[in-house]
């Protein structure tokens, strides 16, 4: 992949992370503190775990990105998780950092989106993959979280247009 490639590549994953969002922001609000601990079965995360998951590692994604390396630093995440002390910390947290994170994304040079970064020794890709893989991750855990909401007493948010909880004209 070229710098040029790479330039389009990451305007285009950029705008698409950018769109889910919002919804990802709606998720994660409606969960109620007092359904912190639900889980559907226990294999299954917590809503608390999968709350800050989502918010920490979507963050974690675009840092691994402008760095150039992926490392996950286990003490350093359950720090900022444990700082956490509610949902609303949770969201608040995320709606200021995420979108300062994916604007530095936006910013960097083709050269650097179009760079070969290593993903844990599993596989080798140009920088601006990432992005993309980042959205990805997000969705499937914004989705694990949003089937929660309604065992919790909860409602599901829009996501993809109307919910039975927000029907049109709502």
Not at 91 to 112: D, H, I, N, Q
């Amino acid at each position: 992949m070229d710098s040029t490639q790479a330039t389009f590549l990451a305007e285009q994953l950029t705008a698409l992370w950018e769109s889910e969002f919002k919804a990802t922001c709606a998720v994660l609000s409606a969960v109620p503190d007092s359904g912190r601990e639900y889980r559907p079965d226990a294999k299954s995360r917590t809503a608390w775990a999968l709350a800050t998951h989502i918010a920490v590692s979507d963050v974690w994604f675009l840092n691994s990105v402008l760095g150039g390396a992926f490392v996950w630093d286990v003490e350093k995440t359950k720090a900022l998780e444990g700082s956490f002390t509610n949902v609303d910390a949770v969201a608040a947290w995320y709606k200021e950092t995420f979108p300062a994170k994916l604007a530095e994304v936006r910013a960097m040079s083709g050269e650097k989106l179009s760079s070969e970064v290593d993903f844990f020794g599993a596989w080798k890709a140009p920088a601006v993959n990432y992005v993309g893989i980042g959205n990805n991750h997000s969705v499937h855990h914004r989705g694990q979280l949003a089937s929660y909401l309604r065992a919790m007493g909860s409602k599901v948010p829009p996501i993809y247009g109307d919910s039975a909880d927000f029907p049109s004209g709502t």
